[in-house]
């Protein structure tokens, strides 16, 4: 999350882009493990809102930062997305609000994973912290959701978003060799983050 992939680390041109959307509030959701000190202080350093839980238990993690927030809603975007489609995230909330839903997110063969983030409520993440009794289900915050389907009200939407082109292309930054690709999307992009998901793709096509 400190990897430089701008003139900025990789954790604020997430949160950067994040502010891009319509979401009243963003916050980093890191854990209390000592090898977190320096995401976490970094976070600080430059205002960004973090707050510290769990390693293992992610689902606790979210509820206890929304709620501490102040937040039903809640959009998940991974830190490994710094060109997550910040219209999804507004589409998705829309969906999610208007529709009484537990969960809104993207097909995942519609979407891909770069641009990709999921919505649910704070009051689905409680009935999943009642419910769920593996480890899987605690660390991964959306697996029983997804897996107890009967058990909540769940919507997946077509994004549009994988076109055949970008589909051998990683932009998600998972492995070093990954930083490599997203400095090159980064460098095509505006600076400010106000770039679009059709930007992104045609840098995407730029760099083969």
């Known amino acids: 999350m400190m990897a430089r992939l701008s003139a900025d680390p990789l954790v604020k041109y997430v949160y950067a882009r994040c502010r891009r959307s319509g979401a009243g509030k963003v916050l980093v959701a890191t854990s209390t493990e000592g090898s977190d000190d320096v995401l976490y202080n970094y976070c600080k350093a430059e205002r960004i809102p973090a707050m510290r839980g769990d390693i293992d238990n992610v689902v606790k993690r979210y509820a206890d930062a929304a709620r501490a927030a102040g937040i039903e809603y809640i959009c998940r975007v991974c830190g490994d997305t710094p060109f ?18 537990d969960y809104a997110a993207p097909d995942r063969q519609t979407c891909a994973p770069g641009f990709y983030c999921e919505t649910f409520t704070l009051k689905a993440l ?18 029983y959701i997804l897996d107890n389907r009967d058990k909540f009200a769940v919507k997946l939407v077509d994004a549009g978003l994988n076109p055949d082109f970008a589909r051998k292309t990683r932009f998600t930054i998972d492995y070093p060799e990954d930083i490599e690709t997203g400095r090159k999307i980064a460098a095509r992009l505006s600076a400010d983050y106000s770039f679009t998901s059709r930007d992104v793709l045609e840098a995407v096509r730029e760099i083969g």
């Open 84 to 101: 997550v489609d910040t219209a999804l995230i507004d589409a998705l909330f829309d969906t999610l609000i208007s529709g009484k839903l």
């Open 126 to 143: 409680t009935k999943v912290l009642e419910s769920a009794k593996s480890p899987d289900d605690l660390e991964h915050v959306t697996k």
